[in-house]
């Protein structure tokens, strides 16, 4: 079991830091804070919050709703979904192959093209919030009913749209870097995130992986990534999910879970993401990006949408 100043350590190095990023934004509190809860104390908070935070007046989700929150409780991830409609993959894969990336770890290299990566060493192509919101059909998918019902369910109260995302993931690299390492996210008490494979996806196109039930299992609760080898020695190597999809398909994880993105190796993989958290997180926004069209939840997309 990690201890607490094990814990501790994984955002707060030392004190003047922690209060350095709580003044410069208040939402690194609980950011910060939040790895120092074992799975027991996370728990707690979010039934706390359940209780203070809005739900949906009648709410009456659909059976499907209940059945892929059922999977999420059971082993910390859904069954891969039926794709997206070709008319909204085939947009949105346009729309992404035309919009520059950047590698937020370099950002010395500056913007660059999909098919042209600025560096060897760049494992990953990421894109704006802004440029996100601005793809077609994003606030539409975003904000599916099934998707808002499922994350309902799951979070027991009415879900925060936050830490939205889309980037390339290209081939060829050595070594995993980031998220390309089994880790747990440590963004809320309790959240959901839907993922959507806008490229198919191969053994060799960068499978998403992920350690069904370690969810709900304390062991190496500890915010640091895991080698293959650690997870495997914990959990078993039957334990680990590898999924392989036609673009278009999607699924929702608990990502306190083990994850990682596994490096393709002869494709690029594009991938959109998009959180669904009990309360803000500082990985969204400070303030709201674009209008909101109209028609869309006030509550949910109050991060991105004025």
């Not at 010395?108 to 990953?124: E, K, V, Y």
Request: aromatic letters at 10%; charged letters at 25%; a neutral charge.
């Amino acid at each position: 079991m990690t201890s607490f100043s094990e814990r501790l350590k994984t955002r707060i190095p030392n004190g003047s830091r922690f209060l350095a990023r709580a003044y410069d934004d208040r939402r690194h509190i609980a950011y910060d804070l939040l790895p120092v809860l074992d799975l027991k104390g996370r728990e707690t908070v979010a039934k706390a919050l359940r209780v203070i935070k809005p739900h949906t007046r009648d709410f009456t989700p659909s059976d499907r709703a209940r059945d892929l929150d059922a999977q999420l409780r059971r082993d910390g991830i859904t069954a891969p979904q039926p794709p997206l409609p070709a008319h909204v993959l085939n947009d949105l894969v346009a729309y992404f192959k035309t919009e520059p990336c950047h590698d937020r770890y370099r950002p010395h290299l500056g913007q660059f093209m999909w098919d042209r990566p600025a560096s060897d060493d760049s494992n990953i192509g990421y894109f704006t919030y802004e440029q996100v919101l601005r793809a077609p059909h994003l606030l539409d998918l975003m904000n599916d009913r099934l998707l808002l019902e499922t994350a309902e369910l799951y979070l027991g109260a009415k879900p925060v749209i936050d830490n939205i995302g889309c980037a390339w993931r290209f081939p060829g690299r050595e070594t995993p870097k980031g998220v390309q390492r089994f880790h747990r996210d440590f963004d809320c008490a309790r959240n959901v995130k839907a993922f959507w494979y806008l490229t198919d996806v191969t053994e060799t196109s960068g499978p998403h992986a992920f350690v069904r039930g370690s969810h709900v299992d304390p062991r190496l609760d500890i915010g640091k990534a895991q080698t293959d080898a650690a997870i495997i020695d914990t959990f078993g190597a039957d334990s680990i999910v590898s999924i392989t999809a036609p673009a278009g398909t999607w699924f929702l994880e608990d990502v306190y879970g083990f994850h990682k993105e596994q490096l393709p190796v002869d494709q690029p993989r594009l991938l959109l993401a998009v959180e669904y958290n009990l309360y803000p997180s500082s990985l969204a926004p400070r303030h709201p990006v674009m209008d909101n069209p109209g028609g869309y939840d006030r509550y949910c997309n109050r991060l991105f949408l004025r």
